[in-house]
């Protein structure tokens, strides 16, 4: 199978003109054309002699995912793409409009492993992790549809990022590399069901990421039964590999809610946060559940969800309401599907 460009690191491009025999600064002509050019084909390599290019057509290409539809929202800006892959595969991708803030939330698996009950993702099981390319490819896109006035980027689309490390790490390098995107990793957000071990990796990595941990709620049983991930890794592991994140990178955490009707959005459960995060620097999103998703849950009183805020404003937490943005496309926190 065809190798995408995308998928390879400025220092692994060197390698690869290296081994077919031609100049080191090939590759940094060629990540120039990819990364500040943005072409669509090897054909508008200008500067790259026409054997060096005939030579890479034989094993590599040029691959963004196929545009199969676009959904645009009616109560706002947002966009969502169902975007096919080489393999047949589907993912979604959504670009949320902000102003002059634009970001793109980006899947890193087709499909889903954890099993979160309320996330539409996890009806999908799991299919497999993207490659690197087809990662890079989904913010190259963007870029493409935005006029290159992408600003953030988000990976909370389908799949557990954190499931899928190698691949993810080495699109950020590649997406933030000075000489070719240049795109900040300060802008760059990942988002994680909390998979201990590898936050902890974070911690130690020197990338210079934003951290989202999706919460959900401090009770140890209920989180359990929503999100089968901490069986494996439990609250307390969790809590833990925050304050390890604080500890060595000295940022703080982005703990994100999802508040549920009657589940996790009373008093107590608001004090049962600001207990168990004591130790942790956080913020906290509350994302009030959209209830045209699975019926087995309820989207909270908007009162409720506003005491809920006030009752960790007291405390002293940064704690802010997401507002919804393209739920009536399904393109809101937990409604991707890869639908057709």
């Known amino acids: 199978m065809m190798q995408n460009l995308y998928d390879f690191t ?3 491009l060197t390698e690869i003109m290296q081994k077919m025999g031609y100049e080191k600064y090939r590759a940094k002509q060629i990540f120039d054309w990819l990364y500040k050019s943005r072409i669509n084909s090897m054909n508008e390599m200008k500067n790259i002699p026409e054997d060096i290019i005939e030579k890479l057509k034989t094993d590599y290409d040029i691959f963004l995912p196929e545009i199969i539809k676009e959904t645009k929202s009616e109560t706002d800006e947002t966009k969502k793409y169902l975007l096919k892959l080489k393999d047949e595969n589907r993912i979604e991708c959504v670009l949320i409009y902000n102003g002059e803030r634009i970001t793109l939330c980006a899947s890193t698996q087709a499909g889903c492993a954890c099993g979160c009950r309320f996330c539409s993702t996890a009806t999908l099981g799991f299919k497999r992790n993207l490659d690197t390319g087809e990662i890079v490819s989904q ?14 980027v988000v990976f909370m689309g389908m799949g557990e990022p954190l499931l899928n490390r190698d691949n993810l ?18 802008r760059i957000t990942v988002s994680t069901a909390g998979i201990v071990p590898v936050i902890k990796e974070i911690a130690e990595s ?5 951290l ?54 009373s008093e107590k459960d608001a004090i049962n946060l600001v207990e168990k995060l004591r130790k942790v620097n956080y913020k906290i999103n509350l994302i009030p559940y959209n209830d045209s998703l699975n019926k087995e849950f309820t989207k909270p009183d908007d009162d409720k969800v506003k005491k809920f805020q006030r009752i960790l404003k007291d405390n002293g937490i940064k704690v802010f309401i997401r507002k919804e943005k393209g739920a009536d496309i399904k393109a809101a926190c937990g409604q991707l599907a890869a639908e057709g």
């Open 212 to 265: 989202a941990i999706s919460l959900i709620t401090a009770d140890d049983e209920m989180r359990s039964k929503l999100m089968p991930i901490n069986l494996k890794y439990p609250l307390k592991e969790v809590i833990r590999a925050a304050e390890y994140y604080n500890k060595k990178t000295g940022e703080c955490i982005t703990f994100e809610c999802v508040l549920f009707g009657g589940i996790n959005d």
């Open 139 to 152: 913010i190259m896109l963007a870029m493409k549809m935005t006029d290159n006035k992408l600003t953030n």
């Open 206 to 210: 020197g990338l210079k990421i934003n």
């Open 169 to 186: 790490y080495k699109a950020i390098l590649i997406l933030s590399d000075k000489n070719g995107l240049n795109f900040s990793q300060t």
């Open 10 to 12: 400025l220092q692994e």
